[in-house]
C-alpha cells in the first residue's frame, strides 16, 4: 500500500524533482551544520575577547523584564543593552527585521548559540544548535552575520530557491528549475573551498539532481537500505522519510505564519487546504504528520478560518 502511493507520486516528474530539492536541502543542511557551529563559538570568543564586560561574568539583573517578543525587544538591564548593541553591529539586517523573541538574552554571556538565533529567522526560539536547525536557519545565519565572509547573493539565491521549494502549492518543480537550483547551490558551496566537509558533499548533491534518480523499491525479499555505490538508489524508507521532513518544515512554515496572524488570511489558508488535500490522498504520508497537524489545529484562531476537520477524526 504504502510502496503503492509512493510509486505513484514519483511517477510524476516535478513531484520527483521536488523531493531531490528538498534532499538536496537537507544535504547542504547536513555539510553545514559542523562548519556553523565552529564559527559560532568562534564568533562568541571574538566578542568576548573584544568586549569582556560582556563575558560569563555579566549577568543579566533584568530578570523577565529582559525578555523579549518577536521582534521587540527593550533590554531593561545594562548587559542586555550593551549585548544588543554588539549583536546589531554584526547584523547584516540591522535596520530590517532581528527576531529577538528566539533568545534568551540572560543565556547570551555563556552560550554562543543563543547569540546565533538573533541572526535567524522566527521560531527558532527551542533549537539549542546547529543540529536542530534547518538549511534556511543555517544559511540565514550566514547570511545576516558579518563573521561570515561570503558572498551574500550567493547565499540568498539559495535562500530564495529554498523558499520556493517550500511555497511550492502543488509541491512540484521543473527540471528546468532544478537545473537553475543546482547552479545556485554549486556557486554557493564554492564560497566554502577551504572547508573539505562542504566541498564533498557537493558531488553528492551533483549524483543527485543529475541522476534520473532511480528510485529503489524493494520487492518481495529484497531488504530495505540497498543503496548502489553512487547513492543515487535511495530505498523506499529514506525516499519517505525526505518527504516527511520536506513536509514538516513546510506545516511548520504555514503554522508560523499563522500564529503571526490573527485572522488566517487568505494565502495562509490555501497553502494550508493544498497540503492537506495532497495528504487526504497520501495516507502513507499523512499517518506520520498527525502531530503538525494536530499543532496546526489547536492554534486558537477562529475556528472557521481554519477548517481542520478532515484532520481532526482521523485516527
Ligand atoms: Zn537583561
Known sequence: ???????VRLNCVEYKNWVKAGHCLLLLRGCLQGFVG?????FHRGLLASAPALGPRAACCGGLRCSPRARQFQP????CAEWKREILSHHTNRNG??????????RWPL????????????GLADKRGPEECDAVALLSLINSCDHFTVDRKKVTEVIKCRNEIMHSSEMKVSSVWLQDFQMKIQNFLNEFKNIPEIVAVYSRIEQLLTSDWAVHIPEEDQRDGFECEAGVYLSESQVNEIEMELLKEKLQEIYLQAEEQEVLSEETSIRLELVK????????LRNGLTEEMQKLANLSLQPQKLVLGAFGGDS
Open 1 to 7: 500500500m504504502v510502496l503503492l502511493e509512493l510509486a
Open 38 to 42: 565552529r564559527e559560532v563559538l568562534a
Open 76 to 79: 531593561q538591564c545594562q548587559v
Open 97 to 106: 527585521d532581528v527576531h529577538w523573541g528566539n533568545c534568551r538574552p540572560e
Open 111 to 122: 552560550d554562543a548559540w543563543e547569540v546565533a538565533k538573533a541572526f535567524m529567522p522566527r
Open 277 to 284: 488535500e495532497f495528504l487526504r490522498n497520501n495516507e502513507d
